[in-house]
């Protein structure tokens, strides 16, 4: 892992897989490597699991990772979070050069100890590009024997059903189409298909007697933290928002008299994120004009109307010649 590389040496891996930094710390005992550990998960797991005896490391092999900036390239290697591509994980700052410690440059060896997670394919190789354009070595599950994946076969779940030989089985962590296999394996080792559960997140078991059964599901979504506020933000103020970064936004003032439909003030339009330049908003305004006096003669006399009347009609001009959806707030006071 480490022999023969003139800089140093970064490997990413979960900060939870105990048995890959011991391997890791290992390598660099036999190369004369000091160990750092980065990323608050990574510092945290592996002081919990060298208290508890499950991590061995040789006196004097870890040092502080601000202090190891200090050392020599070729005697220094990092452990690091982010093998997965997280946007503030340790890797990916580094990256993105944005860790306060870390600067990647050329001759550097980036290990990725890990397998590819379905969905995080982009953020993984987002990460792995930025490396390369830094100059670093980067060496993954795609290119080198690096990583043997920790999840069983099929066949090693069967070997261990054979084993255990339970009378009721809930497969865990998974997408739907793993669960579900994963319940056919038990039953092929003799399970009884009755006693298989597949639950989805927020399923409840009830575990009475030695009889597992599912007696409810919870309605269970996202929780959005929003700045200071947790849970508070609504699927409508996301698509406020989308709306917002993909279309932009459009008001419009207008002063009128309500009784005679005559506009006083306006329309005075602004945008934001929609066009460079306002004057593309002069041929609408006629229209607008036009849609407030037709909707007076008509006995519209509210201010809310008159509001309703704008939108629909800045709104249909913006579909039809701009191909677009920006947000419309519209507002219309009595002169």
Request: hydrophobic share 40%; glycine share 10%; net charge negative.
């Amino acid at each position: 892992m480490c022999t023969g590389r003139p800089r140093r040496v970064i490997v990413a891996s979960f900060a939870s897989h105990v048995h890959r930094v011991q391997q890791v710390i290992d390598a660099a005992a036999e190369n004369n490597r000091l160990v750092a550990l980065v990323g608050r998960s990574m510092v945290r797991n592996m002081g919990i699991a060298q208290e508890l005896g499950y991590l061995t490391v040789p006196e004097g092999l870890l040092v502080d990772a601000k202090k190891a900036v200090e050392l020599p390239d070729e005697r220094v290697l990092y452990m690091t979070t982010g093998s997965q591509g997280e946007p503030m994980a340790g890797l990916s700052r580094m990256a993105n050069r944005e860790h306060p410690t870390i600067e990647i440059g050329p001759g550097d060896t980036v290990i990725l100890a890990s397998s590819l997670i379905p969905g995080n394919e982009n953020a993984v190789y987002r990460v792995i590009n930025g490396l390369i354009d830094l100059g670093a070595n980067v060496v993954h599950k795609g290119n080198a024997k690096v990583h043997v994946s920790g999840h069983a076969a099929a066949g090693e779940l069967l070997y261990c059903y054979n084993i255990v030989k339970p009378r009721q089985v809930m497969p865990v962590h998974g997408e739907a189409r793993h669960l579900r296999a994963n319940a056919e394996v038990a039953i092929s080792s003799g399970v009884p298909r009755e006693n298989t559960l597949v639950g989805e997140n927020g399923t409840v078991v009830d575990l009475t007697a030695g009889v597992a059964s599912q007696v409810g599901q919870l309605d269970i979504g996202f929780v959005y933290v929003d700045g200071s506020t947790v849970g508070e933000i609504t699927e409508a103020d996301l698509k406020d928002r989308r709306i917002l970064a993909e279309e932009g936004f459009i008001s419009i003032f207008i002063a009128m008299d309500p009784q005679t439909g005559k506009i006083i003030v306006g329309p005075e339009i602004h945008a934001r994120g929609f066009a460079p330049d306002d004057s593309v908003f002069d041929e609408v305004r006629p229209a607008i004009v036009k849609a407030l006096e037709e909707a007076s003669a008509n006995g519209t006399r509210d201010t809310q109307s008159f509001q309703q009347v704008v939108r629909r009609t800045i709104g249909r001009w913006v579909n039809t010649q701009h191909r677009r959806r920006p947000m419309i707030i519209p507002v219309v006071i009595e002169a």
